[in-house]
């Protein structure tokens, strides 16, 4: 929250205005409204008065116009070059706003007339940071822990900033220092180092059950092949929230691979309920239930991918195999001919069969 400055003790050098004083009464009060009020008729009535000026900022920064709010603290510097309080708020308010390159000049020069003042420090630190200069950044943040070395915020900002700058020991011990090793465990994962991410995000979950590390931990699992791993996960995961889409399809593709058709079939028939407009649920059910020889289920499912407009080369040529092979001539020879029309050489062994095939159901059914 900005600070509310009494202008007398602040500033003390302008007489006050019955407006002003009444502004300021409602503004400590929270009367936010009442105290824009008060502070715009004192500004009318001399707008050279620039502790009015601050405090209509503030007032309007209470109010959320924070554009408003902007524009007169800028307008109280150009009154007043170099109030700290006025450097501070505007800073404070650019960095709201993510106008990081803007507060940092504000930042810096409410830090430099005040060292001590943890939020000036703390705000220009992490502007610093999310302009990618690290660097600097770097000794804003040890200043602020010197300051108070409890500052969890300054200790997880510091740790981002050792990451950035590749120096990940040292952003470990931050991390820990900040209770924030999951997001450190998220770092280890966005580079692939896998050996380090894993044993961190097992370490959270033992600590609490959380479904967002579950799934994390059982993506980590997937990329270093530990399979039923990640399928033990995911089922206590499922057993928690049994209406989770992704899970649901993760664990169907899980068993496909295991060559458990039916169970894999149930689980992404269960997905496509949860997701009816899912093209690629009902595609893996169709495969499935192609797998298993349930050709009725299995067009359906195909005419679902064809009716939310996600059908491929692949999708016609499984619809030809089954048309096929519950000797639909006609039907077959169409969808073959449909699958080589779109397939343009995307699949040439499939293309092979498709022509082989259509070729003898030609003669079929010229006989017919």
Known sequence: ???????????????????ELAGRK??????????EKQFAAAVAADPKDYTALFHLALARTFLNKDAEAMALFEKVLTLRPGLREAHLNLGLLLHRHRQFAAAVRHLEEAARQQPRDERAQYHLAESLRELDRCAEAEPV????????????AAQLGLARCLLRLDRWEEATLWFAQAGQQLELAQAYEERRQWEKAIPLYEAALAQAPDFAVATRLAGAYLETGQRDKAQALIRRALAARPDDFDL???????LRD??????????????????????????????????????????AALDRVRALGAETPGHLFFRAVVLDRNRQVKAALAAYQ???????????????????????????????
């Open 141 to 152: 943040y040890r200043q602020l822990l010197t300051l108070d070395s409890s500052l969890v």
């Open 338 to 368: 449909a699958f080589l029309a779109a397939s343009r050489g995307q699949y040439p062994e499939e293309e092979f069969k498709a022509r082989q095939r259509a070729r003898i159901l030609e003669r079929e059914a010229a006989k017919r």
């Open 258 to 299: 295991e060559r458990k058709f039916a169970d894999a079939a149930e689980e992404f028939a269960r997905a496509a309920q949860l997701q009816p407009e899912s093209a690629a649920a009902w595609s893996e059910l169709a495969g499935m239930l192609i797998s298993l020889n349930n050709d009725t289920q299995a067009l």
């Open 26 to 35: 409602a503004l400590d009060a929270g009367r936010f409204e009442e105290a």
């Open 248 to 254: 649901r399809l993760t664990l169907g593709r899980l």
């Open 1 to 19: 929250m900005l600070m509310v400055t009494s202008a007398a003790l602040a500033f003390g050098l302008l007489a006050q205005s019955e407006a």
